[in-house]
């Protein structure tokens, strides 16, 4: 995140109005460069749920163990391996030797000069001229610059160079570890209602393994796929000038860039079919084919967010790093603080508007209504004088009493007791009775004046009312429980 803060501010006033790259791979990037085993772990788990791959294959994609590829066992295949791999002892600087930064450098000047010749009619069909290529090729090696729009060389004679550049590579451009996984795509089809698998393909999900399958492919190798894939389906889309269909450029590349070295065809017998399939399904979708899947490229987010991510469409967990947990108690105290701040802003507000409504009231002339709603603030434990301007802490409420004793008092002698404790913490108010109270004083008169044995009666009279309630909750909680 640090590094897309950095990106986007620029103190430049020359580069301002400039647009803003946003790369939605940023994450998926930097988790690839910075944690690659976490990053494979990640995409072969989705491979692994889109196809089917035993364990020697599933090893051999990781890298475990050596692909073991198709071969003959016949004396002709033999010679004619042996014949293939002579003509690949004459190691170059570009040609014949392992993919580079260096070697893609000097190809992609191929690669530029053919799209500004794609309406050539039988591109990378027609062979070029042998000398000039020769030229060409030594040129490259030698790492030398070379003007190709001078008029010097055809077309046709950089199209066949640069297959023969894809050709002389040690291992074809995807590698001789996802050979057996290509397969594998190729067969992916729809299902019926019934469950059953149909001959039509599954595009799909045929574009989202290969995505994935992409995305754990060498740099340099993804880099130069990119490139050609996106000319051949330039080329393609020309086809009305230069004949070159998606199919037929497949056929033309599908054996430099996914056939394994040294097999010839009767090694690969009904896979041929299959790979160049699989060629032409690439070249129609190249456009889609390096975009990480959307369930990746919020994996990579969150792994680096902190937050508990998922790693597949079917949630499998991906594990977080260690700082991600750090940072959870530190969220944690910001959301408090945030509450905490929020609560004191609430509280001051609604103490300033009990304050503008207890000044209204004031002003108010004198009636019942008035009186009554004086009252009611004198109730409220935060209610305010005008004219004060400290704020008074909140008086904490008493529980009401549960025991025995306190229901018997407030069945007997009723409100007095509980208006006596509001007292001590609110404007005094006349004491009300309640009305069993009042209306045993209107039979008995007043206590301080009466008789003995008026005296005597009413406490006569007091523990009937006991009795009666003690009755009363006995049979109340039998009839609970």
């Not at 394994?260 to 456009?287: C, W, Y």
């Not at 991510?309 to 991600?324: F, G, I, Q, V």
Request: charged share 25%; net charge positive; proline share 6%.
């Amino acid at each position: 995140s640090d590094a897309i803060c950095n990106f986007v501010i620029c103190n430049d006033s020359s580069l301002r109005s400039q647009p803003i790259i946003f790369n939605p791979d940023f994450f998926v990037e930097k988790l690839r460069h910075e944690k690659p085993e976490v990053f494979t772990e990640l995409v072969v788990s989705n491979i692994t749920r889109l196809i089917d791959l035993p364990g020697a294959e599933l090893a051999q994609l990781m890298g475990e163990e050596d692909p073991k590829l198709p071969g003959g066992n016949g004396i002709a295949s033999g010679f004619l391996r042996s014949l293939m791999s002579l003509k690949r002892k004459e190691k170059g600087v570009v040609f014949g030797s392992p993919l580079t930064e260096e070697g893609i450098a000097q190809v992609s000047q191929l690669i530029e000069y053919l799209h500004k010749h794609l309406r050539a009619e039988g591109l990378f069909r027609v062979p070029g001229n042998s000398i000039r290529q020769q030229i060409l090729k030594d040129a490259l090696n030698s790492g030398t610059d070379i003007d190709l729009d001078s008029g010097e060389f055809h077309s046709n004679d950089v199209a066949t160079l640069l297959k023969m550049f894809l050709g002389e590579l040690p291992e074809p451009l995807l590698t001789h570890k996802h050979f057996h996984a290509h397969l594998k795509i190729a067969d992916l089809t729809l299902f019926d209602e019934k469950g059953n698998k149909t001959s039509t393909p599954d595009k799909e999900r045929q574009i989202e393994a290969l995505q994935l399958l992409f995305l754990i492919l060498p740099a340099p190798n993804r880099s130069l796929l990119k490139l050609l894939l996106d000319l051949l389906y330039q080329t393609a889309k020309k086809q009305d000038k230069n004949k070159m269909s998606a199919h037929n450029l497949a056929l033309m590349f599908a054996p430099h860039i996914l056939w394994p070295r040294n097999v010839t065809a009767n090694d690969l017998q009904e896979n041929i079919t299959k790979l160049n399939n699989g060629v032409t399904f690439m070249i129609k979708h190249s456009q889609k084919l390096f975009k990480a899947p959307a369930y990746i490229r919020e994996c990579a987010r969150l792994h680096y967010l902190g937050s508990r991510a998922h790693a597949s469409k079917d949630d499998l967990d991906l594990l977080t790093s260690p700082s991600s947990k750090e940072l959870q108690p530190l969220k944690s105290q910001k959301r408090s603080r945030l509450d905490t701040c929020h609560q004191e802003e609430t509280q001051q507000r609604t103490e300033e508007a009990l304050k503008e409504l207890f000044r209204h009231v004031h002003n108010m002339p004198d009636s019942a209504k008035k009186k009554k709603l004086i009252r009611q603030f004198n109730k409220h434990p935060a209610a305010l004088t005008p004219g004060s301007d400290v704020r008074t802490p909140p008086v904490q409420r008493r529980n009401r009493s549960r025991s025995f004793s306190g229901l018997i008092k407030r069945k007997v002698l009723g409100t007095p007791v509980i208006m006596e404790r509001k007292s001590r913490d609110v404007t005094p108010e006349p004491e009300r009775a309640s009305k069993e109270n009042i209306h045993l004083l209107q039979k008995c008169g007043s206590p301080a004046h009466a008789s003995p044995a008026k005296m005597k009666f009413l406490e006569g009279r007091k523990e009937d009312s006991c009795r009666r309630v003690r009755a009363c909750l006995l049979s109340k909680e039998s009839s609970s429980l």
